[in-house]
């Protein structure tokens, strides 16, 4: 049960929900709270769930859950014969009933969403056969058949194209980017071996390497061993602790403690200890036996196929429906005449499950216990070890708590910032992308533009010219030559440049003009791109708002064939509900005895005569029983002294039998002489 609050909490704590709850706050929760956070979570699966249960009458709210959870195959603990306290239980909104349907609600989400989307088209609609005559309605209903049939169709074959395989686009790029790999690893170790082969020595190298890297892995490999060996060390250390710990305290408690108190305490748990060998567990082994006989039943038979498994799920979906009818009928038409014994057996069934769950329960807080009483003898004796620090009680701890509440809230504020800055940062990274390429565009239009003005490679030769610049300057720099051999590179330099400016100074030329043409266009190409991004703008609004109005008009529509099924469905069973009590009405106003004592009214007056005579039967036994109580047991008393004293005699006897005879008995009338 614990292990179940932890997993619905923390579920509760992530997104979508955040409902920032705790184990106690959660336990804590009134029954309204309650199912307002299971409502959460079925609107969460069902968009349509998605309303306040404080405008919503509480039979209302049960029926819609409890209609969801049938969509949603969720089968109540105590199965079909608990349907009746299940739903009161869902109600009132009860722990042990919600409990259990968040842990599994929260366990499948993903997997009930689409089992939520499917009932939206799968689950036909209930239509009266008497509407069905009418030739429009029924064609009609033929067309809408048909469209749920092809919408399954459809989902399997979408269903299998997601789980056919990898897509073939991501497949060639990982091929492309491995074999580019490929082609980089070669080429280095070409390389590699390229400048290896002049050392003269690199045999002896690569041997000496391959002993080095042998030692360090054997270095690692002692390293870790050392790190294990040291750890179970630590642990061992640990578990000699606790258990000293325990001794001492079992010493404490077995010194404090009177014998009457451990022998309480040792009959309760010889009396949990036996329910548990002789009910509990023999129940679960036979129940764990039935599982692995079934499981075994299942693996022995052969494999089915995709159309099989078809047929079976129609036929579990057609029987679980019918069940279902019938269960509703029976609830509808339920009387507890019926069966004298099913209130004592309900009764009977009700103290069993309660008693099951206690005894889980108790098994569970027992548990608990001896891991927080573990943990906390740890927690005392590192505690003492690295300081003698006490545990913080009271006050201190509540400190301890608005400190930590503080802190949380700050946290909460710099991770707020840091996702702000996080958003900031990629939006810094994608105007960088968009400016790369931009440039990188620029680049491709200003070549295309050289190579239509006839000028290809101006670019190319304005990054040569800024080449020998930077030779220049590195000979510049360059220190030991000759001051003729400097002088000569200068005129040769110089001369290069201006071959080149003289060849370039045209090119350039017809450059300024297409830069001015270019800084005219700009401005015209801005405008036409702002209207084109307002106009998509535009369509894009309409065409959300369109989806929108359509959506809530889709949702409109099933929620008034929903209202329109529970409108029939009350109908008629207020009809039954007035044929049976006019069916009553006419058997009480008939003449005819034989009529009228099949009337109800007869039925419950004779039952309830022949229990008041039961009744009477039972309370003159019960007097017989105390006023022979005090004889009986006198008489009871009597025989066990009678018992004792001729078992008494017997044992004399014996005794007499077994000594040597020191003289004879003298038998007269009224008495018995020993002579010696």
């Known amino acids: 049960m614990s292990e179940q609050l932890k997993f619905i909490v923390e579920q509760l704590n992530r ?11 959660f336990d804590s929760l009134e029954p309204m709270q309650l199912l307002q956070t299971l409502n959460d979570v079925l609107a969460e699966i069902d968009p349509k769930q998605a309303i306040d249960i404080r405008e919503e009458m509480p039979e209302q709210t049960a029926k819609r859950m409890f209609t969801l959870l049938w969509m949603l195959k969720y089968k109540p603990p105590g199965g079909m014969s608990e349907v009746s306290s299940f739903r009161q239980g869902l109600v009132i909104g009860s722990k042990p009933v919600v409990h259990p349907i968040l842990h599994w609600l929260l366990q499948r989400i993903p997997e009930l969403k689409k089992r939520a989307y499917l009932a939206r088209f799968l689950v036909k609609l209930e239509i009266p056969a008497e509407f069905l005559q009418d030739d429009i309605i029924a064609e009609t209903f033929h067309q809408y058949e048909e469209l749920v049939g092809g919408f399954k169709n459809i989902h399997k074959e979408c269903e299998q194209l997601k789980s056919s395989g990898f897509s073939t686009a991501e497949i060639r790029r990982d091929i492309v980017a491995m074999e580019e790999e490929k082609d980089q690893l070669i080429k280095r170790v070409e390389r590699l071996k390229k400048r290896v082969e002049a050392v003269s020595t690199h045999q002896r190298m690569l041997e000496l390497a391959r002993q080095l ?10 390293a870790h061993q050392k790190q294990e060996q040291k750890n179970q060390l630590f642990q061992a250390e640990q578990r000699l602790q606790r258990c000293q710990i325990q001794l001492k305290d079992l010493q404490q408690a077995a010194a404090d403690e009177k014998p009457e108190s451990l022998m309480k305490r040792l009959e309760e748990d010889i009396k949990f200890n036996s329910y548990m060998v002789s009910e509990k567990l023999p129940r679960e082994l036979e129940n764990m036996r039935k599982v692995v006989q079934y499981f075994q039943k299942v693996a022995s038979e052969p494999a089915l196929g995709q159309a099989e498994l078809r047929e079976l ?4 979906r057609e029987t679980n429906t019918e069940i279902n009818h019938l269960i509703e009928k029976r609830m509808m038409r339920n009387d507890p005449m019926d069966d004298k014994l099913s209130l004592f057996r309900q009764q009977a069934a009700i103290i069993v499950r309660k008693k099951e769950t206690k005894v889980e329960e108790l098994q569970e807080a027992r548990e608990e216990l001896a891991a927080v009483e573990r943990e906390l003898n740890m927690k005392s004796s590192q505690a003492r070890e690295r300081g003698g620090a006490e545990l913080i009680r009271g006050d201190e701890f509540k400190r301890y708590v608005a400190k930590m509440r503080g802190k949380s809230s700050t946290y909460k504020k710099k991770r707020q910032e840091i996702a702000e ?3 900031e940062y990629g939006v810094l990274q994608r105007t960088q992308e968009i400016l790369r390429e931009r440039h990188t565009a620029g680049q491709q239009q200003l070549q295309s533009l050289e190579a239509q003005r006839g000028i290809s490679g101006y670019s190319d030769t304005q990054e040569e010219l800024e080449r020998v610049s930077a030779i220049k300057s590195e000979l510049d720099e360059m220190k030991g030559r000759t001051l003729d051999d400097m002088s000569e590179m200068v005129k040769k330099l110089n001369s290069v440049i201006a071959e080149k400016k003289s060849a370039l100074s045209p090119l350039i030329k017809d450059l300024r003009a297409l830069r001015q043409e270019h800084a005219e266009l700009a401005p015209e190409f801005e405008q036409k791109k702002a209207q084109y991004d307002t106009c998509a703008a535009g369509l894009e609004s309409n065409r959300s708002k369109l989806e929108q109005e359509v959506r ?7 929620q008034e064939e929903s209202r329109y099924h529970h409108i029939n469905c009350m109908r008629e069973i207020i009809e039954s509900q007035m044929e049976r009590a006019a069916d009553q009405s006419k058997i009480n106003q008939s003449m005819d005895l034989q009529v009228r004592r099949t009337a109800l009214r007869e039925k419950y007056i004779a039952n309830t005569a022949e229990q008041e005579s039961l009744g009477k039967g039972l309370r003159q036994q019960v007097k017989q029983v105390r006023e022979n109580q005090e004889p009986n047991m006198r008489q009871m008393k009597m025989w066990k002294d009678l018992e004792t004293l001729l078992e ?26 020993l002579v010696l």
């Open 313 to 316: 799920e129609d036929k579990i």
């Open 648 to 673: 008494c005699k017997k044992q004399c006897y014996l005794k007499a039998q077994s000594q040597a005879p020191i003289g004879h008995v003298i038998q007269d009338v009224g008495k018995d002489m």
């Open 15 to 25: 997104e979508p929900f955040k409902k920032n709850f705790n184990l106690i706050t």
């Open 552 to 558: 809530m008009l889709r949702e409109e529509t099933a």
């Open 213 to 222: 890297r042998v030692e360090k892995e054997r270095e690692e490999s002692l």
């Open 421 to 423: 800055l996080k958003v």
